[in-house]
């Protein structure tokens, strides 16, 4: 053991920084959390044990059921969203017919450049009930004005196109250089096939993008299941638009319920756990397929 | 080349947080003065006016402080202040605390229980005299005064005259709530539709205004009883503050924005919203953001509940001294929230400049300069009558203001959650008082005595 | 006949194509313009579009209302050294995935890319325990160190180095090339392309970063720039007018879109193309 250690000393170093973050700034914080869920604990003195009280407490309380609910709508929407845009807007950037390719490449990026919560400051104004463009623009064309961030019917929307709007262009980039990897000599045989652009879609590039498509999910998902931002930024009324992790971070740094706040990451990391098995599970029986 | 050029900048990254270490230590100096270094306040609304009133008296006491300087930090709200003390307290960084922090009663029940707060009733009770009756009873726990009063606080209306006469509605009328909301209606009807009565914040602010400072102290209402049992869904009060503001808003008489926002501001200015009930702080923003209704402006007391009979709660705010460990500077600001409370020259001289600069300023706690004729001098603003007299007036009679637990800051995130689904038109008040109860009884049990 | 029904598909090209770029470039242009409208002016409805006398005093009032200065200098440390600290680690744990043999490397590479699956975030409240512990609450090495090797990072440039030559790294260790020389001298050079690329994605993803600097600093002048910001609407007693806001949100987008089109003229060729392959 030692002496391979000792052998292969030198590309162990060259990994060992990613290890060593990961334990102490990863798994420890994780196994510990783990170990805070059982208690109650506000941060100072010391833990008091409490057993499963946090986790029966969540499956009473609305706000988790609210914040869980949400951040599934908000990966949901993010998935269907960013990869039919994201796959759209490449399919154009891929076409030869397409002119100031480079100008539209680059402005169609910006977006990804912009920090989400200085976006989420200005989609707020123009979301404004009273004050706001968009509703200025319905009235414009005949509409009544939407209560966008002051009602929970509709004050999920604004955070779903502000994250939308902000992530697509980083997956076109992706599935792009996913499109640029496939060789055109299949489109051109299937041209000379007689196949139509509908039929090459499917057939070419659909089963070659799989593997790339499957990675946007699992980004995705993550950043899904993870957001903070648009909807810190971009509150509606009550929890109606709460994500899961903001109300992980409200409970332990607002109301200082640090047992709480650790019961529900638990179930967050649970989530990413089930849902990242599923997904894995799915795509390796499609390989066998 | 550009080696060279990395490494110089690297250098150059690497080295300026040492700097500014350097440059911020403590020299120690004389015995019988202050150590250089300074004095962090946070505090809400515009603390750099206060500031200018702090700097002038530190100029005046180089003597003893050559090297002290006092900052002021903006905190969102008292609540958010208490939070942030309270990480860093989690964080253990007792040396980025503030040496002071300004809070309301919520916040001084919290944080002294949390054993932050230097308790300063040795020092103040001999001072109490000279100051309005029960100017720090909202900073007292348990006996124990935990706060320096800065400001006592009433609730008034504030209105615009000149709607009122265009419609032909006698503000006299909104003396009761009843007759507040009868003035609403009249406006509405008038304007066709035009002018609202008020407006009606779509956040957390409707409870802490409309809610936990204004009517419900006012309608005697409760979240718990004297044991900490939750008792807000049964409470006749709450049923009447919250019932009001029902009543208002299911007539139409609220315009829903954002506090404190810009269009808030710009619709005042265009006449929409006709008055603006809770907390004399409005004066400060009225007059920072009108424009267009300078003039038009006018105070008058809190309407009342004709079967409670009693005026708004007022406000009190308190400079308390955060137990930092080092507390070197706690003599000091002491001396400087006496004088700022004590020196009616000092004082008045202060109101003027905030008055030019558009600046906040309240009235004073202590007697001897409530006596001075500048307090009821006219203003600009409100077309002559003279607010800081009206100020005075508006505690006569005044509610008591609900009683505070240690539980008081969670449950406000419960209740309020409930009254913005009640704004967004999701549920009945009724209902929103009865989610609150179960929700509070849910999550808190019973509440935290202090 | 047919000429035409091409010219069709080309026309809902292009339009499709302008209307994307409408969505996407249209909320920063009415940021730009409300930002330079004076304080008063309107700001609601379509009365936003047209700016009657502009302005940088809202710029000027943006110095006033929060110590830019140093939290710009918060956040160009962080972004400068995070994205240094980060290519050079994960480019070197990626040279040892691609170029060693090595017992357990591929279990220990499947290990990285599954801990991407797993938040950070979920382990916030132990993480800052820990960061406390280490004296680095409010310190911005604090937002550096955890971050130094990322999973992606080092999935992304272990493609890359997969590509180099074996021969040229047998090379030079006949050379007498000691193992950290051949990553420094042979092989950071021929990735240059790849290190450049994911630097600029890095270096705005650092800039962007908000929630960890949230957790982590807790005062004025220790925030950096995008935490400052994210507070201008209370930042002015609550009552900061949008202009200023805008002012505040320009001034945090406005370089990190400079930054992106200066490292677009840098890198001719198709930059982020081919950033995961296939």
Redesign the interface.
């Known amino acids: 053991m030692f002496k391979t250690l000792k052998k292969y000393r030198i590309p162990y170093l060259f990994i060992s920084p990613f290890f060593v973050l990961f334990l102490v700034f990863q798994l420890i914080p994780i196994i510990w959390t783990t170990f805070i869920s059982f208690t109650e604990w506000k941060g100072l003195g010391s833990p008091v044990w409490v057993g499963l009280d946090n986790y029966r407490l969540m499956t009473q309380d609305y706000m988790v059921a609210d914040a869980f609910w949400n951040t599934l709508l908000y990966w949901i929407a993010g998935i269907i969203g960013i990869l039919l845009f994201a796959l759209m807007i490449a399919l154009c950037l891929n076409s030869s017919r397409l002119k100031f390719h480079k100008f539209f490449k680059t402005a169609s990026f910006l977006p990804y450049v912009c920090a989400s919560v200085a976006m989420g400051l200005i989609f707020g104004m123009l979301f404004d009930e009273n004050a706001g463009l968009i509703n200025e623009i319905i009235i414009t064309f005949g509409g009544d004005r939407v209560p966008w961030l002051t009602s929970s019917a509709f004050s999920k929307i604004p955070v779903i196109i502000l994250f939308n709007w902000r992530i697509t262009p980083w997956f076109t980039i992706i599935i792009l250089s996913g499109l640029l990897n496939i060789s055109r000599e299949y489109y051109e045989a299937a041209t000379v096939d007689g196949a139509n652009i509908v039929q090459q879609f499917f057939y070419i590039t659909v089963p070659l993008l799989r593997n790339i498509m499957f990675f946007c999910m699992l980004t995705i998902t993550v950043d899904t299941w993870k957001m903070f931002n648009e909807s810190y930024i971009l509150p509606g009324p009550g929890s109606s638009n709460t994500s899961l992790f903001q109300l992980i971070y409200q409970s332990a740094f607002k109301t200082f319920k640090l047992g709480y706040a650790s019961a529900l990451s638990v179930i967050l990391i649970l989530i990413l756990l089930v849902i990242s098995i599923v997904q894995f599970a799915i795509r390796r029986r499609q390989g066998e397929v | 080349m550009k080696k060279v050029l990395f490494v110089a900048l690297m250098v150059v990254l690497l080295a300026m947080p040492m700097f500014a270490q350097g440059a911020g230590e403590t020299k120690t100096t004389g015995s019988d003065t202050y150590p250089d270094g300074t004095i962090l306040v946070w505090s809400t609304g515009q603390p750099q006016f206060r500031e200018m009133y702090y700097d002038a008296w530190i100029e005046r006491h180089r003597d003893i402080a050559p090297g002290v300087n006092v900052d002021s930090e903006t905190i969102s709200t008292m609540a958010a202040g208490q939070q942030k003390l309270s990480m860093y307290a989690l964080s253990g960084d007792y040396d980025s605390m503030p040496e002071v922090i300004m809070l309301d009663t919520v916040g001084i029940v919290e944080l002294s229980s949390a054993g932050l707060l230097q308790d300063v009733t040795d020092y103040y009770t001999p001072l109490a005299d000279q100051f309005v009756d029960g100017a720090a009873s909202d900073a007292t726990v348990n006996g124990r005064v935990y706060g320096l009063p800065d400001a006592v606080r009433p609730q008034l209306l504030f209105y615009n005259a000149a709607i009122f006469e265009k419609y032909g509605v006698d503000p006299a009328m909104m003396d009761t709530f009843e007759g507040y909301y009868e003035a609403g209606k009249l406006l509405k009807e008038r304007s066709n539709g035009k002018v609202y009565l008020s407006y009606i914040d779509p956040a957390n602010y409707t409870w802490r205004y409309y809610g936990r400072r204004g009517l419900m102290p006012q309608a005697n209402a409760k979240i718990w009883d004297d044991q900490g049992n939750i008792v807000i869904g049964s409470d006749p009060g709450t049923k009447l503050a919250l019932g009001y503001l029902d009543k208002l808003n299911q007539a139409g008489l609220l315009y829903k924005t954002r506090m404190f926002q810009q269009p808030l501001y710009e619709a005042t200015d265009d006449g929409t919203i006709a008055t603006f009930y809770i907390g004399a702080f409005w004066d400060e923003f009225l007059r920072k953001n009108l424009t267009a209704t300078v003039g038009d402006w006018r105070a008058m007391n809190a309407p009342v509940f004709e079967e409670i009979g009693t005026r708004g709660a007022p406000v009190s705010t308190s400079f308390c001294l955060v137990d930092t460990k080092s507390n070197e500077y706690t003599e000091l600001f002491k001396m400087l929230w006496y004088d700022f409370q004590t020196d009616t020259e000092a004082r008045n001289a202060w109101v003027t400049d905030m008055e030019k600069l558009n600046g906040p300023y309240s009235n004073p706690v202590s007697k001897k300069i409530l006596a001075d004729p500048f307090w009821q001098a006219p203003s600009d603003f409100y077309g002559g009558q003279s607010f800081r007299k009206a100020e005075g007036d508006g505690l006569a009679n005044s509610s008591k203001n609900m009683m505070v637990t240690a539980s008081d800051a969670e449950a406000d995130s419960i209740i309020s959650a409930e009254i913005e689904k009640y704004v967004a038109g999701e549920q009945t008040m009724d209902q929103a008082i009865a989610n609150m109860d179960k929700e509070l009884k849910l999550k808190i049990k019973k509440a935290k005595l202090p | 006949m047919k000429r035409m029904k091409?010219s069709g598909?080309?026309f809902i090209?292009?339009t499709?194509?302008i209307l994307?770029?409408i969505?996407?470039?249209f909320?920063?242009l009415?940021?730009c313009v409300i930002s330079i409208k004076t304080v008063?002016e309107?700001?609601?409805?379509?009365a936003?579009?047209t700016v009657l006398h502009p302005t940088l005093s809202n710029f000027g009032r943006l110095f006033?209302l929060i110590p830019i200065w140093s939290n710009l200098?918060n956040s160009?440390?962080t972004t400068?050294?995070g994205t240094l600290t980060t290519l050079f680690?994960c480019a070197?744990?990626g040279?040892?995935?691609a170029k060693?043999r090595?017992?357990g490397?591929n279990a220990?590479f499947y290990f990285?890319i599954a801990?991407?699956?797993?938040?950070?975030?979920?382990?916030?409240?132990?993480?800052?325990?820990?960061?406390?512990r280490l004296h680095l609450?409010?310190s911005?090495w604090s937002l550096i160190?955890?971050?130094?090797?990322?999973?992606v990072g080092?999935f992304y440039l272990r493609q890359y180095i997969l590509d180099v030559p074996d021969e040229m790294i047998e090379a030079s260790r006949i050379d007498g090339c000691s193992?950290f020389g051949i990553?420094w001298r042979i092989v950071v050079p021929i990735i240059k392309p790849a290190l450049a690329s994911w630097a600029s994605i890095t270096a705005?993803v650092r800039?962007?970063d908000?929630?960890w600097p949230l957790?982590f600093l807790?005062?004025?002048d220790k925030y950096t720039l995008?935490v400052s910001?994210?507070?201008?609407?209370?930042?002015?007693?609550?009552?900061t007018?949008?202009s200023v806001?805008?002012a505040?949100?320009t001034m945090?987008?406005i370089p990190?879109?400079l930054?992106?089109?200066g490292m677009?003229l840098f890198q001719r060729s198709?930059s982020?193309?081919?950033?995961?392959?296939?």
């Not at chain 3, 160190?145 to 999973?151: C, N």
Request: proline content about 5%; overall charge positive.
């Open positions: 091409f598909v080309s090209l292009h499709f194509m994307v770029i969505v996407c470039l909320p920063v009415w940021m008063g309107r700001v609601s409805g379509f936003a579009l006033e200098y160009l440390f400068i050294l680690f070197l744990a040279f040892a995935f060693y090595f017992p490397r220990l990285v801990t991407m699956m797993i938040s950070a975030e979920a382990g916030a409240i132990p993480l800052f325990i820990i960061m406390r609450i409010n911005l160190i955890p971050r130094i090797a990322t999973a080092i193992d990553f705005i800039w962007n908000f929630f957790l807790n005062k004025n995008m910001v994210s507070m201008l609407p209370v930042s002015d007693g609550l009552a007018p949008w806001i805008l505040g949100t945090v987008i990190s879109i930054f992106y089109l677009q198709g982020l193309a081919g950033a995961v392959k296939g």
